[in-house]
């Protein structure tokens, strides 16, 4: 499919200028980018409509949200929900689009005078120094490292993008001196082609793998939107890029000899100073940071600085996650000593590996631990997942499909390719993805409970078998193993069952602490 080029800038001169323009904001949404698109246009005098095709129903905790904001002139707002109309793109000033919708082949959107979406929106009237965070594993766990990072170090910053915070929310609260991570998604950053509004100070890609191909015709035009986070990058500017080989020659459609994984094409295309990660010791010619001996360490030159120590955090993935946020902070001058002490001190975010709760059989007292990954929403995340905790996990997994293979999850939990630790019991949840995860399951005699039409049935049947008879087959002995990590890591999207990756983390979350009270 071609790509959309928008034009450069934005179609407001000055904030000043928003003032009694009319405004449609195309998805009103639950996750907050709507919401605070509403807010912002109508702080700022713009008349507004918000529409969505979710019905008013569906919609009410954000329609809540908006009519208890005394701050806001209601009577600007107008909502049109469970439809969209021809006329209210056709006559808009300027149409807010959501990341979530196709501009090609659609018919509003056609009809628009001007599109902006809150991304560009900020981009183009904020001064402060730009944090960029893109990639198909780790981008959210990232950004949160940054940015709590920089905030122990004594920086006023914000973080915001894909990580369901709208930047329009602090727009007004920016400066020179107040740096902003973004996490920002392949479609943010398409909503950004041709416009010249992203010149991120410090740009990272975290790995790819194969994502969105329900969307994207091909993964070379899924990684096409990804290079636009370097695209308006000079000299005076950092990308940080994978070192570590991936699969880059069978998922590049004409893949090139001297390219061994996808950092190497991107570092080849940047103006700006390339550096590199890796969860092995660079070479010589290599500047960048890399981990030894669960330490990381900035290279530059002959000179090596200790950046990252231990962590609170699990898994060598998310190890790469904070070598990579150690990075961003030694290049924003933060001290490496404040640089250890802070992300040693992290714990994670929401839905990342993040542990909430603990219950201790009745009988043996073992100490069950319950870690909800619920944003693992592509099969190697969820591969990964598996293996981070040094130990056997119960694991929880599947979901809907979109259009990703799961033969790397499918090879780690039968223990194939290296694999340390199978699961010591493995639970599916229904969905598309798992009707492809299963057949590769069988083919490896992997035993599996489910698959489960319910998340509360599931933990139900968990509660039940690690009570019952055969609870201590899973581990001989208390004091041998005397906690077990019960990990929800779908490795698919939420589609069907819950309105979203959020949802349903909050609904395990739930469940959980009610079933295993």
């Given at each position: 499919?071609?790509?959309?080029?928008?034009?450069?800038?934005?179609?407001?001169?000055?904030?000043?200028?928003?003032k009694?323009?009319?405004?449609?904001?195309?998805?009103?949404?639950?996750?907050?980018?709507?919401?605070?698109?509403?807010?912002?246009?109508l702080k700022h005098?713009?008349?507004?409509?918000?529409?969505?095709?979710?019905?008013?129903?569906?919609l009410?905790?954000?329609?809540?949200?908006?009519?208890?904001?005394?701050?806001?002139?209601?009577?600007?707002?107008?909502?049109?929900?469970?439809?969209?109309?021809?006329?209210?793109?056709?006559?808009?000033?300027?149409?807010?689009?959501?990341?979530?919708?196709?501009?090609?082949g659609?018919?509003?959107?056609?009809?628009?005078?001007?599109?902006?979406?809150?991304?560009?929106?900020?981009l183009?009237?904020?001064?402060?120094?730009?944090?960029?965070?893109?990639?198909s594993?780790?981008?959210?766990?990232?950004?949160?490292?940054?940015?709590?990072?920089?905030?122990?170090?004594?920086?006023?910053?914000?973080?915001?993008g894909?990580?369901?915070?709208?930047?329009?929310?602090?727009?007004?609260k920016?400066?020179?001196?107040?740096?902003?991570v973004?996490e920002?998604?392949?479609?943010?950053?398409?909503?950004?082609?041709?416009?010249?509004?992203l010149?991120?100070?410090i740009?990272?890609?975290?790995?790819?793998v194969?994502?969105?191909?329900?969307?994207?015709?091909?993964?070379?035009?899924?990684?096409?939107?990804?290079?636009?986070?370097?695209?308006?990058?000079?000299?005076?500017?950092?990308?940080?890029?994978?070192?570590?080989?991936?699969?880059?020659?069978?998922e590049?459609?004409?893949?090139?000899?001297?390219?061994?994984?996808?950092?190497?094409?991107?570092?080849?295309?940047?103006?700006?100073?390339?550096l590199?990660?890796?969860k092995k010791?660079?070479?010589?010619?290599?500047?960048?940071?890399?981990?030894?001996?669960?330490?990381?360490?900035?290279?530059?030159?002959?000179?090596?600085?200790?950046?990252?120590?231990?962590?609170?955090?699990?898994?060598?993935?998310?190890?790469?996650?904070?070598?990579?946020?150690?990075?961003?902070?030694?290049?924003m001058?933060?001290?490496?000593?404040?640089?250890?002490?802070?992300?040693?001190?992290?714990?994670?975010?929401?839905?990342r590996?993040?542990?909430?709760?603990?219950?201790n059989?009745?009988?043996?007292?073992?100490?069950?631990?319950f870690?909800?990954?619920?944003?693992?929403?592509?099969?190697?995340?969820?591969?990964?997942?598996?293996?981070?905790?040094?130990k056997?996990?119960?694991?929880?997994?599947?979901?809907?499909?979109?259009?990703?293979?799961?033969?790397?999850?499918?090879?780690?939990?039968?223990?194939?390719?290296?694999?340390?630790?199978v699961?010591?019991?493995?639970?599916?949840?229904?969905?598309?993805g798992?009707?492809?995860?299963?057949?590769?399951?069988?083919?490896?005699?992997?035993?599996?409970?489910?698959?489960?039409?319910?998340?509360?049935?599931?933990?139900?049947?968990?509660?039940?078998?690690?009570?019952?008879k055969?609870?201590?087959?899973?581990?001989s002995?208390?004091?041998?193993?005397p906690s077990?990590?019960?990990?929800?890591?779908p490795?698919?999207?939420?589609?069907?069952?819950?309105?979203?990756?959020?949802d349903?983390?909050?609904?395990?979350?739930?469940?959980?602490?009610?079933?295993?009270?």
């Amino acid at each position: 499919m071609e790509q959309f080029i928008f034009p450069k800038g934005c179609v407001f001169n000055s904030l000043e200028d928003i003032k009694d323009k009319h405004i449609t904001v195309m998805g009103l949404g639950l996750n907050g980018g709507g919401e605070a698109c509403v807010k912002f246009f109508l702080k700022h005098g713009a008349y507004v409509i918000a529409t969505d095709m979710k019905t008013q129903e569906q919609l009410k905790p954000t329609i809540d949200s908006i009519s208890h904001d005394t701050s806001l002139d209601l009577s600007k707002l107008t909502y049109v929900l469970g439809e969209h109309r021809i006329e209210d793109f056709k006559n808009a000033d300027c149409v807010i689009k959501n990341p979530g919708v196709k501009i090609q082949g659609n018919e509003y959107l056609a009809e628009a005078k001007a599109i902006e979406t809150d991304i560009s929106i900020f981009l183009h009237f904020t001064k402060s120094p730009i944090i960029a965070v893109t990639g198909s594993k780790g981008k959210s766990s990232t950004v949160s490292a940054i940015d709590y990072g920089l905030k122990n170090a004594g920086f006023t910053s914000f973080l915001g993008g894909n990580i369901t915070v709208s930047p329009l929310t602090f727009l007004d609260k920016t400066n020179e001196k107040t740096p902003v991570v973004l996490e920002l998604s392949s479609w943010q950053l398409a909503d950004l082609r041709g416009r010249k509004a992203l010149k991120p100070k410090i740009a990272i890609i975290t790995k790819i793998v194969p994502d969105h191909q329900n969307w994207y015709s091909s993964m070379d035009s899924y990684i096409e939107d990804k290079k636009l986070i370097y695209a308006d990058q000079d000299e005076n500017d950092f990308t940080i890029l994978d070192f570590d080989d991936d699969d880059y020659k069978t998922e590049c459609a004409e893949p090139k000899d001297d390219i061994r994984c996808w950092g190497d094409l991107f570092a080849k295309e940047t103006k700006a100073k390339v550096l590199r990660y890796s969860k092995k010791e660079l070479p010589p010619e290599i500047d960048g940071v890399y981990q030894k001996n669960d330490e990381g360490y900035f290279k530059s030159g002959s000179e090596e600085i200790k950046i990252m120590g231990s962590l609170f955090v699990p898994g060598s993935h998310m190890k790469t996650n904070v070598l990579n946020a150690a990075a961003a902070l030694y290049l924003m001058n933060v001290e490496e000593s404040k640089i250890l002490s802070v992300l040693g001190s992290w714990k994670g975010v929401p839905h990342r590996l993040e542990f909430f709760h603990k219950w201790n059989t009745p009988e043996t007292e073992r100490e069950i631990l319950f870690y909800n990954d619920s944003c693992a929403t592509v099969p190697e995340a969820a591969a990964a997942a598996s293996q981070s905790f040094g130990k056997k996990v119960i694991f929880i997994t599947g979901g809907t499909d979109k259009s990703l293979n799961f033969l790397p999850l499918a090879q780690t939990l039968k223990g194939e390719n290296n694999t340390s630790y199978v699961p010591a019991e493995i639970y599916l949840l229904s969905g598309s993805g798992t009707d492809k995860l299963t057949p590769l399951l069988d083919q490896r005699n992997v035993s599996y409970n489910g698959p489960f039409d319910s998340l509360e049935v599931l933990l139900e049947v968990l509660k039940k078998n690690l009570t019952g008879k055969n609870a201590d087959s899973l581990y001989s002995t208390v004091e041998e193993v005397p906690s077990i990590p019960v990990v929800f890591s779908p490795g698919a999207t939420s589609f069907g069952m819950f309105t979203n990756e959020f949802d349903r983390g909050n609904k395990f979350k739930s469940f959980v602490e009610k079933i295993f009270c």
